[in-house]
């Protein structure tokens, strides 16, 4: 296993680390003990974010993508989103419909990649998928920051938070749909 897919694999453990954490802190006392083992859970889905990045990168500067690397990849986004999303509609920080459309995208996309792979063609991320992914990630960081305490709880009850991820939500979409208009050769009858 090469190091690309080293550090593909430990997103996947940081993650579930994550979650584990995410479903632990409530029970841990005192209140500054559970401060800061939230920070450390930030930290760790937040450099599990970052792995995202780099794996890819040291992959294409080495030369070193592999068939196991092409699959376990989109895997580890797909396991990283599920859970960071997951976590904001557990923590109640997030309407359920929100999680619901991020999600349903990420699986879309990777369907129609996979139909493309079949037929022997890859699709890129495009501009408005890499977008998304930063306004996603952006987002996860805020939900994070409120989950944590630096940013007050009550802000999820207010207009503005509910404007950001209603445009977090449009803009997944939106990206969504780039996708399938630019391949519908891929999936139209013939």
């Known amino acids: 296993m090469n190091l690309a897919n080293k550090i593909t694999v430990t997103r996947i453990i940081m993650v579930f680390i994550f979650l584990v954490i995410c479903n632990i802190d409530e029970y841990i006392r005192p209140a500054n003990v ?3 083992w939230r920070v450390i859970g930030l930290i760790f889905i937040m450099i ?3 792995t995202d990045i780099l794996d890819g990168y040291i992959a294409r500067k080495y030369n070193i993508v592999t068939d196991f690397g092409k699959l376990i990849d989109p895997l580890a986004d ?3 989103m599920v859970t960071a999303f997951i976590m904001l509609v557990n923590k109640q ?3 359920g419909w929100v999680a619901v459309v991020v999600l349903s995208r990420e699986f879309l996309v990777t369907g129609l990649r996979l139909l493309a792979a ?18 996603q ?19 999820t009850d207010s207009i ?31």
């Open 34 to 36: 559970q401060y800061w």
């Open 48 to 50: 599990a974010a970052l």
């Open 78 to 80: 797909k396991i990283f």
């Open 93 to 95: 920080f997030l309407p």
């Open 118 to 135: 079949n037929k022997g063609i890859v699709i890129p991320a495009d501009m408005t998928g890499k977008i998304k992914t930063l306004a």
């Open 137 to 155: 990630m952006v987002f996860l960081g805020v939900g994070g920051s409120i989950w944590v305490g630096w940013i007050p709880e009550h802000a």
């Open 160 to 190: 503005l938070w509910k404007i950001y991820y209603s445009l977090t939500a449009a803009l997944t979409v939106y990206s969504g749909l780039i996708y399938f208009i630019k391949n519908y050769h891929l999936y139209k009858e013939k």
